[in-house]
């Protein structure tokens, strides 16, 4: 048998079979969440009132509890999203293993470097998002016209902008992995991504307007230049990983 070939138990995996894979996935990515959810859990007042909240006090903003319930909620929705980004290289893990057998040999031996890559990429968006995106737009609605209204924050809407944002943005950085896997699987070119430049355009200013969990133009802004910049790589990386499939063949 061809050492680049699926071996013919992989070739012969029912539909059913797929299902019980797809399963035993989700599983695993479910309990990964939720040992990373009560591991931040011991954590959460640092998450809160360092992490989440240090960016509010630092333009010198105080937020307010407006419902019986915020604070519950507040510390349920961190200890969630936490859950999720710490277990998020364990995702992308049963992710690829759930993909692995479709690939060939030769491919699946790149499994550590493609997780790992997918897993800095979304860091890298949330570290973007809490450094750069959130400051900006924490400063510019502090001092938008706070001179004739007294701005009051409610901590639970503030916590939930925040982790949306930061979730949002390890999302969409994700982009030139996605184009990887598209080019990989013959779905996405170099030349279509040339030609349809303006069009992507277009849709990444919608994403980012949908992501954002504010509609102000200043946060969608600040997501959509870096978006457009990763889609000019996403170009260079669905070309390489086009060249390494027919190198391959």
């Not at 507040?74 to 692995?100: C, D, N, R, S």
């Not at 001179?147 to 969409?172: E, P």
């Not at 000019?232 to 190198?247: H, L, P």
């Amino acid at each position: 048998m061809p050492r680049d070939q699926p071996n013919t138990f992989e070739r012969e995996m029912s539909f059913l079979d797929h299902l019980e894979e797809l399963r035993s996935r989700i599983v695993k990515a479910i309990l990964a969440v939720v040992i990373a959810g009560i591991g931040a859990a011991f954590f959460s007042d640092f998450l809160v009132k360092e992490v989440l909240m240090g960016p509010l006090t630092r333009v010198g903003l105080k937020a307010q509890v407006l419902t019986p319930y915020g604070i519950v909620m507040m510390y349920m929705e961190t200890v969630l999203i936490a859950g999720i980004i710490i277990a998020m290289p364990a995702l992308l893990y049963q992710l690829w293993q759930f993909i692995a057998p479709g690939l060939m040999p030769n491919e699946r031996k790149y499994a550590f470097w493609i997780v790992s890559f997918t897993s800095i990429c979304f860091l890298s968006g949330i570290v973007f998002a809490y450094f750069v995106i959130i400051p900006f737009s924490l400063n510019f609605f502090a001092t938008f016209g706070t001179d004739t209204f007294q701005l009051n924050v409610a901590v639970d809407q503030y916590i939930s902008f925040i982790l949306a944002l930061l979730l949002g943005a390890g999302i969409v950085f994700e982009l030139p992995m996605v184009a990887y896997f598209l080019s990989k699987l013959g779905m996405l070119s170099p030349a279509f991504m040339r030609k349809y430049r303006r069009h992507a355009i277009v849709v990444i200013l919608i994403i980012s307007a949908v992501v954002t969990p504010t509609p102000d133009i200043i946060t969608q802004s600040m997501l959509a230049a870096p978006m457009i910049i990763l889609y000019e790589v996403s170009i260079f990386v669905s070309k390489y990983a086009q060249r390494k499939t027919t190198d391959s063949e």
